[in-house]
């Protein structure tokens, strides 16, 4: 028997039987059988003694393997008629054949041939039998117990043969649930392990090639099983390691990723699905998370949240979470793009609802991962863009979770509003005001010189889509825009073309999302949820909501390392700061001293303000944070902070000098800003605090800096000279006040740049004599740009760049008007428009489009309405978008060869939306894989990122963008190409919205394009 | 194309209403034009009959003078707004398409369903003005002059500046008009008429004036499966019941509800995320069995 299987099967298959007379066939059997059973009972040591020490001669085996052969191609050919079964199988199932042929086998020497034979011999069998034989137990139990005498196999050649025989069983299970009953009974004969082929599967599920590709897939039957029979669920619950197996493993398999990606240039911001075959490692990650996605999918409930619970438990939590706080860039870098790649990956709800309440609720070292994220937006490395990429995967998925969390809690109260003003929230634009606004702040620099009638209309329709200006763009490059083209629409009037576009595009966005936010619980309108909702901190709930990642294994399970991650989860105290909530929104001076308005406000409104005990544990917990997040946080390994540190601490001792001169300037400018910046609004152990903030903040400013060139540096040294020797006598006082907060030290450079650079005599906004550690410097200068309804003059753009680097300070109260965290370093970011590189700047965009994507008016009114009159704290977007026209016309009018580089940044950004046709096409195609619409969203994602990724990662034509210039000007002329563009997206969105706003939920069916 | 798309907008209003519309025959479709309404592609073919020179309203709405070329966008987007608004008021027995050639020309047809006009099918136009909405009201004007104090004998013109002086932006919208249009017949207002012989019947000789109404409605009947007064793609014809076209369609019209219901149930599954309770502000509070799988 040892050789038989395959060298046998092929001639017998040659063989038909048809039309031979069942009876010779079952004669045949029967003297077969007599031979072997000859030969059998001859060693049968019970049968006769001298068996025991008589060996079986070749001669013997390759007899009874030959007997055997015919007379399983006999049984495998027999058809019986009705529901009997056939003679053979009778004969088979009443002289127990089968096992006394596995009895055999055990005799001699069981090697793992012998095995893989026998497998091979049941897979046939099993597939090729017409009649069904599982049914019956004297063959099913034999089969068994080869399957159990395989279970501690360690060859790969057994293990291969194994699965695919278990595979096969599965199949027949999944088709023809009634045996399966059969399996556990027989089962319960071996003892302990029943459902034996489940437990068998379970040590491939991680594996990786074909094998483990079978036993998932063997898996996954038995999974969708399981949602038809509570039975197999309840048992692989509670009897088997089948979920605790797989997430772990998933921790396993994340262990061995590569934990700093390759570089593959800077305009990389995350990982493809195309880009896991580049990582053996990844592959088999993302094998084995697909298959949690799919056993989620299939699987019955009970084992879904099984499962749910022990990825959140002993993976999310262990693993994930420490790996996003690693110690360098690159680590945290390469988790970032992890955590979004599978964020990207996972289909199914219940699967992403743990990722995302991972991500939104858990605290990792009592802060909210969320928060950890967010501030790296502003941090100055690649980090910042996988960041970025991350929140528009965490944004496109409509989730109202999110959002709540991310945005609209800040927007709830309509603190951000004034008073007066409410009732706009859900105003309708009716006549595109907005609109024409917004495309108004088209820098008059960019618009002029480079449109284009196109002479020959179609027809008297809008050209859509007409792409045919290829050859145009080249033969006369001069009168080509960023658009595609534009055409006459009415006689004597042009049209941009590629607004329709745009049009087009913001219809699409809206109506996905709309549709998508029709499960959401509210408007968020202003009304519903009220304005005067308590908002808790969510961590505050945190142990309240937890009662769903809840280990409900009650069993034998080897579960005690995992389950105990579950106690620092429910540990979660007040401690859990809101270092979030108060950051952005200094007390700026108009609003204390200029609208009596705001003051009413305050009083009208109470602050969801938590009671003092839990403001003080935070401050606590926060120190306590702060620490160690810097200590060991992001920079550690990086050379060039370290240069930067000490480069820090020259210029640290130089502004101590420098500071005196500045205030004399102040009191003359902005006799208010005293009065009211005065207060000391935070008790001295924030000054710790703070300090720590600020070292985080300097580290980066500077390391941005250093990016930027040494230019600043050189400006800035004199500028400190200058300063250093007028007042000698007010250096003593104001050291002691300025020395841990460094941030104050930048602004002012940065101020004293600006001073010198373009204002010689105006203000100079600094709050030297303050002690006022609080309100960063950059709330009373953004104040002074926005506060006025018309966009102010800007001054030089700083050189420090952004200077809200995510500083934290939790003495500000939640009453103070705030639109969140992480709209404002969007916002602060994109401010920085003309300093950020081109892939930055495209995030950003499509970050804040996506945005205003969503119909909830009170995001609507926040971002699209202009009419809306704000908190004079609150930045708005439109201000920010205001600031930048004023910098982009600004750096127009000093660069001379302003118009020629534009044109050339144009031309540019055109060619690389033609590169990405192709691949376009090619993600296309992957759509039709898809299976549910949930999928296709992901998928839609999937494909814009691609398509940024793709828009990113020309770096052949990158080499041609405006050759000869340096990169803070290509950067600033791209921003500057960009920046229409945005308006246009933007414009779009708003007279979108004017019309979708209303659109009844049943009307959905007739317009929905997907 | 939804060749529905009339209907899709219509379908939301009161069902009785589909009766009337299947004893007067059905709308006539347009040609296949294909795409839903905001393809964005009546506006600018063509834009607007009367068209002028940008108006100046426009070009002042593009603040700076720079970006003209977006104006007839604004214009575009303004009426289609107005639009959206006649269809969320659903306004009893009245019914208005936007023209084919232009987003300034709607056709309308209102039916009377009691009082003196009963059973009355007036077809109409809205001539929208150009700048608006910062110019004059909207006119209306009936196809056939029907016999009423406020609607002029000879160009049918229905006098709606009595109603508004002055169209103010935000306070004013078409659906207004439309109403309007519709309550006249309902309640005779004879001050200042347009048709003095009508207003003063009604005064004086209210059998005479019923009797001169009934002559009218009849009159608009009879033109009833007239061509449409300006040819258009867009322009609501009627014709006579036919069973072989009607009644399909009028299946459908009164399934389409039901069956929108099931698939919005469907895709309500499927698509959107939200594990919020309703009433809570948290995330994550909604209990675990309601989760949308």
Not at chain 1, 172 to 200: R, V, W, Y
Not at chain 1, 585 to 607: A, M
């Amino acid at each position: 028997m040892m050789s038989t299987g395959t060298s046998g099967k092929k001639s017998y298959q040659a063989v038909s039987l048809e039309g031979v007379d069942p009876e010779t066939c079952m004669i045949v059997f029967k003297t077969h059988w007599a031979q072997v059973v000859k030969i059998l009972e001859k060693h049968d040591p019970l049968k006769n003694i001298q068996a025991k020490y008589g060996t079986i001669s070749p001669d013997e085996a390759s007899t009874v393997q030959n007997y055997v052969e015919h007379m399983l191609f006999l049984l495998i050919e027999e058809q019986a008629k009705d529901a009997a079964m056939g003679p053979i199988l009778e004969f088979v199932v009443t002289e127990n054949i089968m096992e006394k042929l596995f009895l055999w086998s055990l005799r001699r020497e069981f090697t793992d041939e012998m095995k893989i034979e026998q497998l091979k011999m049941y897979e046939m069998l099993v597939i090729q039998s017409h009649q069904q034989l599982l049914h019956h137990k004297p063959i099913l139990k034999p089969l068994m117990m080869l399957l159990s005498s395989c279970s501690g196999t360690t060859t790969p050649a057994v293990e291969v043969e194994l699965v695919v025989l278990l595979n096969q069983l599965c199949s027949i299970l999944a088709k023809d649930p009634s045996i399966l009953e059969l399996f556990f009974h027989t089962s319960e004969d071996q003892g302990a392990a029943n459902f034996l082929i489940f437990s068998l599967l379970i040590p491939f599920i991680h594996r990786e090639g074909t094998v483990g590709q079978q036993a998932r897939d063997a898996l996954l039957f038995i999974m969708s099983l399981s949602s038809e029979s509570c039975v197999v669920a309840q048992h692989i619950v509670e009897n088997t390691y089948f979920c605790p197996v797989l997430a772990t493993g998933l921790s396993g398999l994340y262990s061995s990723l590569p934990t700093k990606l390759e570089d593959k240039g800077e305009e990389w911001h995350c990982l493809l699905k195309d880009d896991c075959f580049l990582s053996p490692a990844l592959v088999q990650f993302m094998n084995s998370f697909e298959f949690c996605n799919a056993v989620i999918q299939v699987a019955h409930s009970l084992i879904r949240n099984q499962l749910v619970n022990y990825i959140y438990n002993g993976f999310l939590v262990p693993v994930m979470a420490p790996a996003l706080h690693k110690v360098t860039v690159e680590e945290v870098m390469a988790t970032t793009a992890y955590l979004d790649l599978f964020l990207r990956s996972v289909s199914e709800p219940a699967l992403l609802k743990i990722f995302l309440r991972f991500i939104l609720l858990h605290c990792h070292e009592n802060v909210h991962i969320l928060d950890t994220l967010a501030s790296r937006i502003n941090t100055p490395f690649q980090l910042c863009v996988v960041s970025l990429a991350l929140f528009k995967t965490l944004i496109s998925l409509h989730c109202e979770d999110v959002m709540l969390q991310l945005v609209l809690r800040y927007l709830i109260p309509c603190n951000h509003i004034m008073f007066s003003q409410r009732w706009a929230v859900r105003e309708r634009d009716w006549y595109s005001v907005s609109a024409a606004k917004l495309l108004a702040l088209t820098p008059v620099c960019c618009s002029s010189g480079i449109t284009l009638t196109f002479e020959k209309q179609q027809k008297d329709y809008i050209l859509w889509k007409k792409k045919n200006l290829e050859s145009d763009s080249t033969k006369e490059p001069s009168r080509k825009s960023i658009a595609d083209s534009t055409c006459i629409v009415k006689y004597g009037e042009t049209v941009d073309i590629s607004y329709l576009q745009y049009l087009w595009d913001a219809q699409t966005l809206i109506l996905h999302c709309m549709k998508d936010c029709e499960v959401w619980s509210a408007p968020y309108d202003g009304e519903n949820p009220s304005p005067y909702t308590f908002i808790q901190t969510p961590a505050e709930e945190d142990g309240k909501n937890l009662d769903q990642p809840i280990f409900q294994l009650q069993c034998r399970t080897p579960s005690n390392h995992v389950s105990s991650q579950v106690t620092p989860l429910r540990e979660k105290t007040q401690l859990e700061l809101e270092w979030d909530d108060s950051y952005d929104t200094g007390i700026s001076p108009g609003s204390d001293t200029g609208s009596p308005q705001h003051d009413v406000d305050f009083n009208t409104q109470p602050p969801a303000k938590p009671p003092k005990h839990i403001q003080e544990m935070k401050k606590n917990a926060i120190m306590l944070v702060k620490g160690s997040y810097i200590e060991e946080s992001d920079f550690q390994d990086d050379v060039m902070v370290y240069r930067l540190c000490a480069e820090k601490d020259a210029q640290e001792a130089d502004s101590l000098k420098g500071k005196p001169l500045i205030p004399e300037a102040k009191d003359v400018d902005n006799p208010d800003a005293i009065s009211t910046n005065g207060p000391l609004k935070s008790p001295l152990p924030d000054l710790n605090l703070e300090e720590h903030n600020m070292k985080n903040l300097n580290l980066i400013q500077q390391a941005k800096d250093e990016t930027q060139g040494s230019i600043d540096e050189t400006t800035l040294q004199p500028n400190l000279e200058q300063t250093l020797s007028s007042s000698e006598g007010d250096h003593n006082t104001n050291m002691k006040l300025l020395s841990p907060d460094s941030e104050d030290f930048i602004s002012e450079c940065d101020n004293i740049i600006k001073e010198l650079d373009s204002n010689p005599t105006g203000l100079i906004e600094l709050k030297l004599l303050i002690p006022d550690s609080i309100s960063p410097v950059e709330e009373e200068e953004d104040f002074e740009n926005f506060s006025a309804d018309t966009p102010s003059a800007e001054s030089m753009p700083s050189p420090f760049g952004s200077k809200d680097a995510w500083p934290s300070n939790p003495a500000r109260f939640q009453s103070i008007p705030f639109t969140g965290p992480f709209i404002s370093v969007v916002l602060s970011k994109l401010e920085n428009m003309l300093e950020n590189s081109l892939h930055v700047n495209l995030l950003l965009i499509g970050i804040i489009t996506h945005l205003a994507s969503y119909p909830q008016p009170l995001l609507r009114s926040f971002l699209l309405n202009t009419n809306m009159v704000f908190q004079p704290s609150v930045r708005s977007l439109y201000q920010v978008l205001a600031s930048i026209k004023n910098k982009i016309e600004q750096f127009a009018s000093i660069e001379k060869d302003f118009p020629a580089l534009l044109i050339q940044a144009q031309k540019y950004l055109l060619l690389r939306v033609d590169a990405l046709d192709i691949p376009l096409e090619s993600l296309n195609k992957d759509n039709g894989q898809q299976k549910s619409i949930t999928g296709k969203v992901k998928n839609l994602s999937e494909a814009s990122q691609a398509l940024l990724q793709t828009y990113l990662g020309n770096k052949a034509k990158k080499s041609t963008v405006l050759p000869k210039v340096p990169l803070h000007i290509s950067n600033a002329i791209l921003a500057a190409a960009l920046f229409p563009e945005f308006l246009k997206e933007l414009a779009a969105l708003a007279q979108e919205h004017s019309i979708l706003s209303y659109r009844l939920l049943g009307d959905f069916e007739d317009y929905y394009p997907f | 194309m939804n060749p529905f798309w009339s209907m899709s907008a219509s379908s939301t209003r009161k069902k009785p209403e589909t009766e009337e519309k299947a004893l007067a025959g059905e709308l006539k479709n347009s040609p296949p034009r294909s795409a839903p309404k905001k393809q964005l592609p009546s506006i600018p073919k063509n834009v607007m009959p009367m068209t002028k020179p940008a108006s100046p309203a426009l070009s002042a709405q593009s603040t700076n003078g720079t970006h003209a070329s977006y104006g007839p966008f604004y214009l575009e987007y303004s009426l289609l707004a107005e639009f959206t608004l006649v269809v969320k008021q659903k306004l009893p027995g009245v019914y208005v398409q936007p023209s084919y050639q232009s987003a300034l020309m709607w056709f309308g047809v209102i039916f009377i369903r009691h009082g003196l006009y009963q059973d009355g099918v007036f077809k109409f136009t809205v001539y929208i003005p150009d700048n608006y909405p910062d110019g004059d009201c909207p006119r209306l004007i009936f196809d056939l002059p029907i016999f009423h104090p406020l609607v002029d004998p000879v160009s049918g013109e229905l006098d709606v500046k009595r109603a508004f002086a002055k169209w103010r932006r935000n306070h004013n919208h078409i659906w207004q008009i439309l109403m309007y249009a519709r309550r006249v017949f309902y309640k005779i207002d004879t001050s200042s008429p347009l048709n003095p012989e009508s207003a003063v019947l009604y005064e004086k000789d209210i059998q005479l004036f019923k009797s001169k109404v009934v002559d009218s409605v009849k009159l608009c009947s009879s033109h009833l499966f007239d061509p449409p007064k300006i040819e258009d793609p867009y322009a609501i014809s009627f014709s006579p019941w036919n069973p072989a076209i009607h009644n399909e369609v009028r299946e459908k019209m009164l399934t389409q509800k039901k069956k929108g219901d099931d698939q919005q149930c469907k895709n309500m599954q499927v698509s959107g995320l939200s594990w919020v309770k309703p009433g809570s502000v948290q995330p994550f509070s909604k209990d675990d069995k309601t989760l949308p799988t």
